[in-house]
């Protein structure tokens, strides 16, 4: 085993149970702080792929940035605790079903598709470098990029009129 | 790897390390003594010569006061704040560089004076800074104490919104430094400091770390009138002392940070260049360098500590989101431009920025100032 694979077992160890903790918490802002270290773990990942702009973009966007705001929706609420048990009845066995059918499809994939094993070209020196995903995004992904900033705009106008009070109400 | 490189790691990183904790334990004298002389008292001077000694005392108190636990505190969140919050601080300073390089006498191995210069060097500071949040809001919860909540979620808000501005100051000097490395940064200040060429982002850029730091006149989270001392309020002895320590080094790291990237870094004055004086006839310059520049603009923020009142919560509020955030974009937008300008018509255009951006900072004073007054008026 070379150290890479080791240290990939580990991390999937850690990302997995994150992830299981997060699912199978009963308090919430322990579920937030398992899924921060998930996305952590998955971090990692993106170094052992040489690719650490992505992986510091997913620290600082995801862990750093979204989490902050859900602990903060979480504590602003005070619902730090679930009530016990009030899924929907039909939930439970659909859950199971749709796991199952998803366990199916991955044990096909793994055991029954024809593989010949092959080499993986190395990626290039350059490859997932601050310039490179620059280049992709402002050339390849123009469009997408731009429409993705409209939309994020639109959510940010969208949130604002929603807090706003009505003119004509307490004044400042 | 070779092992060799482990080793030289490893050394660099205790090294670090241990210079952020002393810096640590003599900055807190130093704001002690600089905070009395500006309010004409003496401060601590009796611990050893001028006080000397005082950081030791402090830390030989800490250690043996009693730590209390609140009952219906989350035990293990209570353990794991102050280590969430000292650790993203400690771990910071790793990619600022502290000098150039040198030669290791008889091993004939060239050390490098920086723990690492990965190619995304900003992005892992904003990164490590923005994970620096979680410690406090989790203090601030599990304490179990609506004070302390208080100050977690005001804390958690403030330093949320001046990242905003705090990161466009960080493209600015992405931009000028045509490189996301901070030895480039550093390099590419070789003749002009990007303060001389960007007054304002620097300017921004020091108002947003004090409040990124959680500083005077920034300083929210703890204001004792109003939350009994905020996020770390049900916290005594070497507990509160990490935080304590967090804050402190983190004042210190983002000294570094800004001298790096507005104030050239390790590099010498640039009228030095050349001379005896310079970081390239002596390596050991470079650190020497970076130190005075940190001790200077730790006094900036000593000053403002001692001179600002408070802001009250709504207006730093509206501060960061209505007046720092469409500046420090217009800014960017600016320095944009003036690169622009100098890559297609000569390099003497990129004196385009500083007119540029210094007229975009009056028109906000302005702005800022008329709306206050219409404020006065209908009060």
């Keep these: 085993m070379t150290p890479d694979l080791i240290a990939f077992f580990v991390l999937a160890l850690i990302a997995i149970a994150a992830a299981l903790g997060m699912l199978l918490g009963r308090n919430v802002v322990y579920s937030a702080l398992f899924l921060v270290l998930n996305f952590g773990t998955v971090a990692v990942f993106y170094i052992l792929l040489d690719a650490p702009f992505i992986a510091l973009t997913q620290v600082s966007v995801y862990a750093g940035a979204i989490m902050v705001l859900f602990l903060f929706v979480i504590m602003l609420l005070g619902t730090e605790t679930l009530p016990v048990s009030k899924a929907l009845p039909w939930q439970r066995p659909l859950a199971f079903v749709l796991a199952l059918i998803l366990a199916g499809e991955a044990g096909y994939l793994l055991f029954f598709r024809k593989v010949t094993s092959g080499t993986i070209p190395q990626p290039v020196q350059t490859f997932g470098s601050p310039q490179a995903v620059g280049q992709a995004l402002f050339n390849q992904y123009l469009l997408p990029f731009e429409v993705t900033s409209v ?7 969208g949130a604002i009129v929603l807090t706003i009070k009505e003119k004509g109400g307490q004044g400042k | 790897m070779d092992l060799a490189l482990w080793i030289e790691f490893i050394i660099k990183g205790f090294i670090l390390i241990f210079a952020v904790l002393t810096g640590f334990a003599y900055l807190t004298l130093y704001e002690r003594r600089a905070l009395a002389r500006i309010q004409t008292r003496i401060g601590p001077n009796r611990a050893g010569p001028q006080g000397f000694f005082q950081p030791v005392a402090d830390a030989v108190k800490l250690i043996f006061k009693e730590e209390l636990t609140p009952a219906k505190a989350d035990k293990v969140l209570f353990v794991l704040a102050p280590i969430m919050t000292v650790v993203p601080a400690m771990i910071l300073a790793a990619v600022i560089p502290l000098g150039t390089q040198f030669t290791l006498p008889f091993l004939n191995r060239p050390v490098t004076l920086y723990v690492s210069d990965i190619n995304v060097g900003v992005l892992y500071l904003t990164a490590i ?44 000097a992405i931009l000028l430094g045509n490189s996301m490395s901070l030895l480039d940064i550093v ?18 850029f020091m108002v947003t770390t004090l409040a990124e730091v959680n500083r005077a006149p920034f300083d929210m989270p703890e204001a004792e009138q109003e939350l009994a001392a905020g996020y770390h309020s049900e916290y005594s002895g070497m507990k509160f002392a990490l935080f304590f320590m967090a804050e402190y080094e983190k004042m210190i790291v983002i000294s570094m940070i800004a001298a790096t990237l507005f104030f050239g870094g390790f590099r010498e004055f640039w009228f030095l260049q050349g001379t005896v004086f310079s970081v390239d006839h002596f390596w050991w310059l470079g650190p020497i360098y970076l130190l005075l520049k ?3 603009l730790l006094f900036l923020m000593i000053w403002v500590r001692a001179t600002w009142p408070r802001i009250r919560y709504d207006r730093l509020m509206a501060f960061g989101w209505k007046v720092l955030l469409p500046l420090s974009l217009a800014l960017v937008f600016i320095t944009a431009l003036g690169i622009l300008l100098a890559n297609q018509f000569g390099a003497i255009y990129i004196w385009t920025i500083p007119v540029l951006s210094i007229l975009a900072g009056l028109i906000a004073v302005l702005l800022v100032n008329m709306s206050l007054r219409r404020k006065v008026a209908h009060a």
């Design chain 1, 151 to 157: 939309l994020l705009l639109i959510a940010m106008v």
């Design chain 2, 129 to 172: 800074a923005s994970i620096a949040v979680y410690g406090i809001v989790l203090a601030g919860w599990s304490s179990n104490n609506k004070y302390a909540m208080l100050g977690g979620l005001r804390s958690s808000a403030q330093m949320i919104s001046y990242e905003l501005s705090l990161g466009l100051c960080f493209v600015i």
């Design chain 2, 187 to 204: 390099e590419a200040q070789k003749s002009v400091w990007f303060v001389v060429i960007q007054p304002v982002g620097a300017l921004i």
């Design chain 2, 294 to 296: 940190v001790v200077v």
